[in-house]
Protein backbone atom coordinates (compact mmCIF):
# COMPACT_ATOMS: atom_id res chain seq x y z
CA UNK A 1 0.00 0.00 0.00
CA UNK A 2 0.60 3.42 -0.16
CA UNK A 3 -0.31 6.91 1.62
CA UNK A 4 0.07 9.71 -0.15
CA UNK A 5 -0.15 13.32 1.62
CA UNK A 6 -0.17 15.83 -0.85
CA UNK A 7 -2.89 17.21 -3.48
CA UNK A 8 -0.13 16.45 -5.85
CA UNK A 9 1.20 12.93 -5.83
CA UNK A 10 4.88 12.45 -5.55
CA UNK A 11 7.01 10.52 -7.95
CA UNK A 12 7.23 7.43 -6.41
CA UNK A 13 2.81 7.52 -5.97
CA UNK A 14 2.63 8.14 -9.92
CA UNK A 15 5.16 5.44 -10.18
CA UNK A 16 3.86 2.79 -7.98
CA UNK A 17 -0.12 3.61 -7.59
CA UNK A 18 -1.08 0.94 -10.67
CA UNK A 19 0.85 -1.80 -8.91
CA UNK A 20 -0.17 -1.73 -5.10
CA UNK A 21 -3.24 -2.98 -3.52
CA UNK A 22 -4.81 0.25 -2.03
CA UNK A 23 -3.45 4.22 -2.28
CA UNK A 24 -4.48 5.95 0.55
CA UNK A 25 -5.18 9.79 -0.20
CA UNK A 26 -4.92 12.77 2.13
CA UNK A 27 -6.64 14.78 -0.28
CA UNK A 28 -8.96 13.38 -3.03
CA UNK A 29 -7.65 15.88 -5.14
CA UNK A 30 -4.47 13.41 -6.20
CA UNK A 31 -7.06 10.59 -7.98
CA UNK A 32 -7.09 13.18 -11.11
CA UNK A 33 -3.35 12.45 -11.18
CA UNK A 34 -3.24 8.87 -11.03
CA UNK A 35 -3.82 6.61 -13.92
CA UNK A 36 -7.46 4.96 -14.33
CA UNK A 37 -7.99 1.84 -12.07
CA UNK A 38 -5.88 3.05 -9.31
CA UNK A 39 -7.08 1.28 -6.41
CA UNK A 40 -7.68 4.78 -3.81
CA UNK A 41 -9.12 5.56 -1.02
CA UNK A 42 -9.66 9.25 0.25
CA UNK A 43 -8.88 8.63 3.68
CA UNK A 44 -7.17 12.39 4.50
CA UNK A 45 -4.11 12.31 6.25
CA UNK A 46 -3.46 11.03 10.10
CA UNK A 47 -3.15 13.77 12.57
CA UNK A 48 -3.01 12.93 16.59
CA UNK A 49 -6.07 11.79 18.09
CA UNK A 50 -6.37 14.77 20.38
CA UNK A 51 -6.60 17.35 17.22
CA UNK A 52 -9.94 18.79 17.06
CA UNK A 53 -10.77 17.84 20.30
CA UNK A 54 -10.42 20.66 23.13
CA UNK A 55 -13.00 23.51 23.54
CA UNK A 56 -12.76 26.94 22.44
CA UNK A 57 -12.83 27.66 26.11
CA UNK A 58 -10.02 25.02 26.87
CA UNK A 59 -7.64 26.44 24.43
CA UNK A 60 -7.92 30.39 25.98
CA UNK A 61 -7.55 28.97 29.53
CA UNK A 62 -4.57 27.39 28.94
CA UNK A 63 -2.73 30.15 26.94
CA UNK A 64 -4.39 32.28 29.63
CA UNK A 65 -6.02 34.85 26.72
CA UNK A 66 -8.99 37.09 26.56
CA UNK A 67 -12.17 35.30 25.01
CA UNK A 68 -13.13 38.93 23.15
CA UNK A 69 -10.51 39.20 20.95
CA UNK A 70 -9.39 37.21 17.75
CA UNK A 71 -6.39 35.00 18.21
CA UNK A 72 -3.75 34.31 15.63
CA UNK A 73 -1.86 31.02 15.48
CA UNK A 74 1.20 30.98 13.74
CA UNK A 75 2.87 27.82 12.81
CA UNK A 76 6.19 27.80 10.35
CA UNK A 77 6.13 23.72 11.38
CA UNK A 78 8.68 21.82 13.81
CA UNK A 79 11.40 23.77 12.44
CA UNK A 80 9.57 27.24 12.47
CA UNK A 81 9.72 29.49 9.05
CA UNK A 82 11.92 32.29 8.97
CA UNK A 83 10.24 33.90 6.19
CA UNK A 84 6.62 34.14 8.61
CA UNK A 85 8.87 35.26 11.44
CA UNK A 86 10.30 37.71 10.00
CA UNK A 87 7.19 39.20 8.07
CA UNK A 88 5.24 38.99 11.77
CA UNK A 89 8.29 40.41 13.45
CA UNK A 90 7.98 43.54 11.49
CA UNK A 91 4.61 44.36 11.56
CA UNK A 92 4.29 43.38 15.72
CA UNK A 93 4.35 46.84 17.41
CA UNK A 94 0.96 47.70 14.82
CA UNK A 95 -0.67 44.30 16.47
CA UNK A 96 -4.65 45.65 16.40
CA UNK A 97 -5.86 45.52 20.25
CA UNK A 98 -8.59 43.26 18.75
CA UNK A 99 -6.20 40.24 18.12
CA UNK A 100 -4.02 38.48 20.26
CA UNK A 101 -1.27 35.75 19.27
CA UNK A 102 0.19 32.12 19.50
CA UNK A 103 3.39 31.92 18.32
CA UNK A 104 5.28 29.07 17.45
CA UNK A 105 8.94 30.15 15.83
CA UNK A 106 10.70 26.89 15.51
CA UNK A 107 14.18 26.18 17.56
CA UNK A 108 16.01 28.74 15.58
CA UNK A 109 14.62 31.64 15.49
CA UNK A 110 13.36 31.67 19.08
CA UNK A 111 15.92 33.26 21.36
CA UNK A 112 16.00 36.17 18.99
CA UNK A 113 12.49 36.77 18.93
CA UNK A 114 11.87 36.30 22.53
CA UNK A 115 14.49 39.11 23.05
CA UNK A 116 12.88 41.32 20.79
CA UNK A 117 8.90 40.85 21.53
CA UNK A 118 8.69 38.26 24.86
CA UNK A 119 7.80 40.80 27.16
CA UNK A 120 4.93 41.88 24.95
CA UNK A 121 3.30 38.42 24.98
CA UNK A 122 1.48 36.44 27.13
CA UNK A 123 3.14 33.94 29.19
CA UNK A 124 3.16 30.80 27.08
CA UNK A 125 1.95 32.07 23.99
CA UNK A 126 5.50 32.70 22.26
CA UNK A 127 7.34 28.87 22.23
CA UNK A 128 9.72 27.04 20.16
CA UNK A 129 7.82 24.25 20.18
CA UNK A 130 4.22 23.14 22.02
CA UNK A 131 3.72 19.50 22.83
CA UNK A 132 -0.04 19.83 23.39
CA UNK A 133 -1.02 22.13 19.77
CA UNK A 134 -4.08 20.79 20.10
CA UNK A 135 -5.06 23.42 22.44
CA UNK A 136 -3.66 26.79 20.35
CA UNK A 137 -5.47 25.05 17.63
CA UNK A 138 -8.90 25.07 19.71
CA UNK A 139 -7.48 28.77 20.84
CA UNK A 140 -7.42 30.05 17.40
CA UNK A 141 -9.83 31.79 15.15
CA UNK A 142 -7.26 31.86 12.15
CA UNK A 143 -3.94 30.34 11.66
CA UNK A 144 -0.40 31.64 9.77
CA UNK A 145 1.22 28.83 8.23
CA UNK A 146 3.01 26.81 5.83
CA UNK A 147 1.39 24.50 3.82
CA UNK A 148 2.54 21.36 4.24
CA UNK A 149 0.65 18.26 3.76
CA UNK A 150 0.20 17.86 7.84
CA UNK A 151 -0.09 20.90 8.60
CA UNK A 152 -3.33 21.50 6.55
CA UNK A 153 -4.38 18.14 7.69
CA UNK A 154 -4.39 19.72 11.55
CA UNK A 155 -5.77 22.63 10.23
CA UNK A 156 -8.94 20.68 8.52
CA UNK A 157 -9.75 18.74 11.42
CA UNK A 158 -9.26 21.45 14.06
CA UNK A 159 -12.08 23.25 11.83
CA UNK A 160 -9.00 26.27 10.82
CA UNK A 161 -9.04 29.15 8.52
CA UNK A 162 -5.97 29.89 7.43
CA UNK A 163 -3.55 32.01 5.73
CA UNK A 164 -0.83 30.18 3.49
CA UNK A 165 2.38 31.16 2.81
CA UNK A 166 3.55 28.09 0.94
CA UNK A 167 7.65 27.06 0.75
CA UNK A 168 8.55 28.09 -2.28
CA UNK A 169 11.37 25.52 -2.61
CA UNK A 170 9.29 22.50 -1.24
CA UNK A 171 10.23 19.04 -3.59
CA UNK A 172 7.85 19.26 -6.76
CA UNK A 173 5.92 22.95 -5.53
CA UNK A 174 3.96 20.68 -3.77
CA UNK A 175 2.90 23.12 -0.89
CA UNK A 176 2.01 25.66 -3.27
CA UNK A 177 -0.56 23.00 -5.05
CA UNK A 178 -1.36 21.80 -1.22
CA UNK A 179 -2.38 26.14 -1.14
CA UNK A 180 -4.33 26.55 -4.15
CA UNK A 181 -6.54 23.55 -3.37
CA UNK A 182 -6.94 25.06 0.23
CA UNK A 183 -7.80 28.48 -1.52
CA UNK A 184 -10.09 26.68 -4.28
CA UNK A 185 -12.44 24.43 -1.36
CA UNK A 186 -12.42 28.29 0.24
CA UNK A 187 -11.10 27.01 3.22
CA UNK A 188 -7.65 29.05 3.01
CA UNK A 189 -6.31 32.66 1.69
CA UNK A 190 -2.58 33.00 0.18
CA UNK A 191 -0.03 35.00 0.63
CA UNK A 192 3.01 33.74 -1.84
CA UNK A 193 6.75 33.75 -0.06
CA UNK A 194 8.31 36.73 -1.80
CA UNK A 195 5.37 39.13 -0.81
CA UNK A 196 5.77 37.99 2.89
CA UNK A 197 8.17 41.43 3.54
CA UNK A 198 5.99 44.23 1.75
CA UNK A 199 2.73 41.97 3.29
CA UNK A 200 1.16 43.10 6.59
CA UNK A 201 0.40 38.98 7.71
CA UNK A 202 -1.12 39.98 11.31
CA UNK A 203 -2.63 42.63 10.58
CA UNK A 204 -4.68 40.86 7.26
CA UNK A 205 -5.30 37.55 9.06
CA UNK A 206 -6.59 39.79 11.83
CA UNK A 207 -8.77 41.64 9.39
CA UNK A 208 -10.01 37.76 8.16
CA UNK A 209 -10.67 36.89 11.74
CA UNK A 210 -12.75 39.80 12.40
CA UNK A 211 -14.85 39.53 9.53
CA UNK A 212 -18.03 37.06 7.89
CA UNK A 213 -15.08 35.76 5.47
CA UNK A 214 -14.01 33.52 8.62
CA UNK A 215 -17.04 32.25 8.93
CA UNK A 216 -17.24 31.23 5.45
CA UNK A 217 -14.03 29.19 5.73
CA UNK A 218 -14.82 27.65 8.76
CA UNK A 219 -18.07 26.65 7.18
CA UNK A 220 -16.03 25.29 3.66
CA UNK A 221 -13.81 23.30 6.28
CA UNK A 222 -16.79 21.58 7.67
CA UNK A 223 -18.01 20.81 4.43
CA UNK A 224 -14.66 19.84 3.06
CA UNK A 225 -14.75 17.34 6.29
CA UNK A 226 -17.88 14.96 5.74
CA UNK A 227 -16.33 14.22 2.21
CA UNK A 228 -13.75 11.95 4.02
CA UNK A 229 -13.86 9.48 7.51
CA UNK A 230 -13.43 11.80 10.56
CA UNK A 231 -10.35 9.87 11.59
CA UNK A 232 -7.71 8.45 9.00
CA UNK A 233 -5.36 6.69 10.94
CA UNK A 234 -8.50 4.64 11.95
CA UNK A 235 -9.76 3.90 8.24
CA UNK A 236 -6.32 3.08 6.66
CA UNK A 237 -5.98 0.92 9.86
CA UNK A 238 -9.10 -1.26 9.20
CA UNK A 239 -8.48 -1.34 5.71
CA UNK A 240 -5.50 -2.96 5.79
CA UNK A 241 -6.23 -5.36 8.45
CA UNK A 242 -9.33 -6.67 5.55
CA UNK A 243 -6.26 -6.78 3.15
CA UNK A 244 -4.28 -9.03 5.26
CA UNK A 245 -7.47 -11.03 6.10
CA UNK A 246 -8.34 -11.70 2.29
CA UNK A 247 -4.45 -12.92 1.42
CA UNK A 248 -4.83 -15.15 4.51
CA UNK A 249 -2.05 -13.07 6.45
CA UNK A 250 -4.32 -12.36 9.36
CA UNK A 251 -6.69 -14.76 11.40
Same mark, same amino acid.
Given at each position: ????????????????????????????????????????????????????????????????????????????????????????????????????????????????? =? @?? +????? #?? %?? !???????????????????????????????????????????????????????????????????????????????????????????????????????????????? =? @?? +????? #?? %?? !??
Amino acid at each position: VIQEQNSFPGLTTRRYANKVDRVYLGFGEALSHLKPGVKAVNTGNPVRDEIGLPSREEGLAHFQLSSSKKTILILGGSQGSRSINNSVLKDFENLSSECQLIWQTGQSDFESI =R @DK +VGDRM #ED %GT !LFAFHDRIELAYAAADIAIARAGALTIAELLVSETPALLAPYPHAAGDHQTKNAQMSLTRGVAEIVEDRNLNSENLIDKACQIAQSSKCIEMRDAIRKWNYERPPRASETIC =R @DL +VKLLR #ER %GK !LS
